[in-house]
């Protein structure tokens, strides 16, 4: 089939990546409550909320370092946080204050994108293969996304190699391709991919701050996604995000 004679196809974009945590699904109740169990039982400090949002996006072993403001990644520290991050995990199958919902409106803008011929979607995220796959599997996503890229594939965020390996994965063009995030790490590792950067205003960290590394747009809401690119605005049921 002539891709480009479908109504619905846009040649302005070839790839949008998104980013997990802060930016699809809301995350931040068991990060946080791993990341202070973890401490605790290393007798560390955990330095409070801003701080802990605001390494979620690194690789984990680098978080922590970061977070715990140690000299070097500490393997014990990311294996009892792995540990505690699982049992939670269970624990938040009956437990919703540990739940890692979506978004208003992303699961709505996610399936009008993948309806648009022409446009590939992708995850760039600072979690493991495993984490990635379980949320996708959790939220019906799977085929949804032409590739995901993970801490196990390529340096943490903000290095480029997840999106420059995305984009080779596919062809995408960077004029064409897209990084949808909430952290720093995300807009400059777009930046340095040479791709668009965009900013969601309901993630983990400041939208001044991503605004000053270079965030070409900042989403409202969700819904707002195909608009900003250039792409056919869709009808959603929840454009509330």
Known sequence: MDRAGDPRYSAAMDL?????DGTLINSEAILLAAQH???ARHGLAHPGREAGLGVVGLT?????????????PDAALAATYKEVFGAMRLQAQA???LDEPLFPGVSETL???AGM???QLGIATGKSRRGADYIVERHGWQGLFARI???DDAPSKPHPGMILRAMQETGAQPSRTAMVGDASFDIEMAVAAGVIPVAVS???QPVETLVALGARHVLARSTDLPGVLGLPEAVVVDASV
């Not at 949008?16 to 997990?20: H, N, P, S």
């Not at 680098?62 to 000299?71: E, K, Q, S, T, W």
């Open 16 to 20: 949008i990546l998104f980013d997990l």
């Open 37 to 39: 169990e973890t401490f």
């Open 60 to 72: 984990l072993d680098i978080a922590l370092m970061r977070l715990g403001g140690l000299p070097a």
């Open 95 to 97: 437990d919703a204050a």
């Open 111 to 113: 399936a009008a994108l």
């Open 117 to 119: 011929p022409g446009v």
């Open 149 to 151: 890229q993970t801490a």
């Open 202 to 204: 309901w993630g983990f």
